[in-house]
């Protein structure tokens, strides 16, 4: 069964710590995003990835740092510079960017939650 | 900077009653999609428009895109239940999809 996979669903961080979040797909997708989702807000885009090996920043890079060293992983990690991490991370990914837009297929998102 | 504005943000309706959402950009897109987002969630992609003008329907839904590329519209007809979450809208720009900020719905029984 299809579908991309994010670990896990709660996530919580002491002060000072960093924090690395999964997404796993087997859609055989070239492109993967990450989005941060706040209360009643809508996603905006952390880091986005064409094809492997390669990945650029979003809207809201900064504190977050990524990994695309294989076709199918896309993992996020919350650094101590991310002052305010509390929020709902959703992965995505789509079959490519270049060309005709597809859609996109998200995870089950992780809350992360800070102690 | 980019932004793409939905409105209203909330959407009170009694089940039966019409629902239209908003959706505006400050720059033209490429193209438009639409998600449904439950609560407790993820988004999951109910259309894309890509033609100045083009209209589509799924059922009760009706999506528009407008002429100059730059806003859209969602209409869903006699709301159900089932109808209930966030609908955002997210138009392509530089290989980038920027997210409207959505529109709660909530349905009355």
């Known amino acids: 069964d299809g579908g991309i996979t994010q670990s896990p669903k709660y996530l919580f961080r002491k002060e000072g710590q960093n924090v690395t979040l999964s997404c796993e797909q087997n859609l055989n997708h070239d492109a993967m995003y990450w989005y941060r989702q706040d209360p009643g807000q809508g996603l905006r885009l952390i880091y986005y990835?064409?094809?492997?090996?390669?990945?650029q920043k979003g809207d809201i890079a900064e504190g977050y740092s990524v990994s695309r060293e294989k076709k199918e992983s896309f993992p996020l990690t919350v650094t101590s510079a991310q002052k305010n991490p509390t929020a709902f991370y959703l992965c995505?990914?789509?079959?490519?960017?270049?060309?005709?837009?597809?859609?996109?297929?998200f995870g089950d998102g992780t809350r992360l939650s800070i102690l | 900077g980019q932004q793409v504005m939905q409105i209203p943000q909330y959407q009170h309706v009694q089940e039966g009653e019409d629902f239209t959402t908003y959706c505006n950009s400050s720059?033209?897109?490429?193209?438009i999609q639409w998600y449904k987002q439950r609560p407790g969630g993820h988004p999951v992609f109910l259309i894309q428009?890509?033609?100045?003008?083009e209209v589509k329907k799924q059922k009760r839904l009706t999506f528009q895109f407008g002429e100059a590329k730059k806003n859209s519209s969602l209409h869903i007809t006699a709301t159900q239940t089932t109808d209930v979450g966030t609908y955002f809208c997210?138009?392509?720009?530089?290989?980038?999809?920027?997210f409207g900020t959505g529109t709660r719905l909530k349905v009355l029984a």
């Open positions: 720059t033209t897109l490429s193209n």
């Open positions: 990835s064409q094809i492997v090996n390669d990945f």
């Open positions: 997210a138009g392509l720009r530089a290989y980038k999809y920027i």
């Open positions: 428009l890509v033609k100045s003008g």
């Open positions: 995505a990914s789509s079959i490519g960017v270049t060309g005709l837009s597809q859609p996109q297929h």
